[in-house]
């Protein structure tokens, strides 16, 4: 047992059978520093002003900044980098549809326990989902370097494909990496943040995708100002929402909500 690694020079189809069989991979230094740079000075601001939790399920001295596509053009790539996305498509392909689930920056302060093990997918209600259906595909990007002792997210490889059990952190092991890297798990995928032991904060860029049918997590379309939006490209604003799933998310008389967005 031990976590996966895959070279910034894989392919999705790469990344896609990694996932699929070990339930995550992280993609070794996937942007250069200077991006990570660039989205850490436009959040700076935003993180300055929000406290940290002492919510134990969320991580009692972790911190949660939300709204990245709107604070932070930097961070959009993040959202729409290639490799990522083409694959979470092909995790999700069972879906007509994948959108933008939501984007958290996710910061443990020194001190910070653990988190409680969980699947992700349980955001959703806890709606108790075949085992062999999967609502949502989740990513971690490295704002710091990730090690054992700031807190590295821990996770229980292999377990997106066994039955739902309870783990103990002895069953876990640190997702290691390097900043700039990214780690993308399945929503069944057991994790939990783990314990900053060291003088510095651990800092995450989480970008969720999950199936069109299902709400988000986010609001992004309160998250993100109509007047943001529409300097958006299309590809962006599809993936936010702004898109017909199915039979879902018209606006008026069947009108596709990228249309209507445009003509408001």
């Known amino acids: 047992m031990k976590i996966q690694h895959l070279p910034n020079i894989a392919t999705v189809e790469e990344a896609t059978k990694v996932i699929r069989e070990h339930g995550h991979v992280i993609i070794d230094e996937l942007v250069p520093g200077a991006v ?3 989205i850490l000075a436009d959040m700076q601001p935003y993180i300055d002003e929000t406290p940290f939790s002492e919510n134990e399920w969320f991580g009692n001295g ?5 709204n990245l596509i709107a604070r932070s053009p930097a961070g959009r790539g993040l959202v729409m980098n290639p490799l990522v996305l083409g694959t979470v498509r092909n995790i999700l392909s069972h879906a007509s549809v994948v ?23 349980l955001t959703f209600d806890s709606f108790p989902f075949p085992d062999d259906y ?3 595909c989740n990513t971690l990007w490295a704002l710091t370097d990730f090690t054992e002792e700031n807190g590295a997210t821990r996770v229980v490889p292999g377990s997106h494909a066994r039955p739902r059990a309870e783990y103990q952190m ?27 032991q060291s003088t510095e904060v651990r800092r995450a860029q989480s970008i969720n995708y999950c199936v069109g049918w299902v709400r988000q997590e986010e ?19 599809k993936l936010m929402g702004y898109q017909i799933g199915f039979g879902y998310g018209h606006a008026g008389a069947q009108k596709d909500p990228l249309e209507a967005l445009k003509q408001v």
């Open 170 to 196: 002895e069953d876990t092991l640190p997702a290691e990496m390097r900043r700039g890297s990214v780690m993308i798990f399945t929503s069944k995928l057991w994790h939990a943040g783990g314990s900053n």
């Open 99 to 121: 959108q933008l689930g939501a984007t958290e920056m996710i910061s443990l302060r020194p001190g910070c326990p653990a988190q409680y093990i969980h699947q992700d997918e």
């Open 219 to 237: 609001n992004q379309f309160l998250a993100c100002s109509q007047d943001i939006a529409r300097t958006l490209p299309d590809d962006l604003l």
């Open 134 to 136: 999967l609502v949502s």
């Open 36 to 38: 990570i740079d660039q």
């Open 62 to 66: 972790s911190q949660r900044v939300g």
